[in-house]
């Protein structure tokens, strides 16, 4: 059984940093392209970040460019979202997902998701 564990959200003040995991078990994580999604209240979810299977490549919303950073430890089964100089509009449910394709189309997998509030 594929499982999917976000941990690390919180509140935050604006300006501040979080670092979100998100531990993957039952799938052979490595050949895996990761993604962070989220989902304000009253939105639709929204992608986030991506990262290819080797960590080679990576591409993020623009939403986030410059201040988050996608990571993955295929040793350890977990990938990372740092986020740094958050914003009030970061507040969200993030949610991590996992992608047995590299070219394209829905994800396979998905965590339950963990709140990140950013207070202004």
């Known amino acids: 059984q594929v499982q999917l564990v976000e941990s690390g959200g919180g509140l935050v003040q604006a300006g501040g940093s979080l670092r979100l995991s998100c531990a993957a078990s039952?799938?052979?994580?490595?050949?895996?392209?990761m993604g962070w999604f989220r989902q304000a209240p009253g939105k639709e979810r929204e992608f986030v970040a991506r990262?290819?299977?080797?960590?080679?490549?990576?591409y993020y919303a623009d939403s986030v460019k410059g201040r988050f950073t996608i990571s993955r430890d295929n040793a350890k089964n977990t990938v990372y979202l740092q986020m740094n100089s958050l914003k009030p509009e970061d507040t969200a449910v993030y949610y991590c997902?996992?992608?047995?394709?590299?070219?394209?189309?829905?994800?396979?997998?998905w965590g339950q998701g963990t709140q990140v509030t950013v207070s202004s």
């Open positions: 990262l290819w299977p080797s960590g080679s490549s990576t």
């Open positions: 039952g799938l052979t994580f490595s050949s895996y392209l």
């Open positions: 997902a996992a992608r047995r394709s590299v070219l394209g189309g829905q994800y396979d997998y």
